[in-house]
């Protein structure tokens, strides 16, 4: 049976999948809690926050120091 990116499971036949988006469309399943990539909406809104929050308690030398070394591994990739 086909999963969806969060592991839901899906109906492989064409008639159960018909049956799952008729569900979807007169509310009787709720998939709301997802974004447009079928990602947690919540889970989404976290990973921003813990972002900015590493961003802040970095130094402006350890940004630097980890941007080089990204950089180099990007070039690194690239050119093998």
Do not use: F, Q, Y
């Amino acid at each position: 049976m086909p999963k969806t990116p969060t592991c839901a499971k899906r109906p492989a036949d064409d008639i159960g999948n018909a049956v799952n988006v008729m569900r979807v469309a007169t509310g009787e399943i709720d998939e709301s809690g997802l974004t447009d990539h079928g990602k947690n909406k919540a889970a989404v809104e976290l990973g921003r926050m813990g972002g900015e929050a590493r961003a802040k308690s970095l130094s402006a030398t350890k940004r630097k120091e980890i941007a080089r070394e990204a950089a180099k591994a990007r070039w690194n990739k690239r050119h093998r």
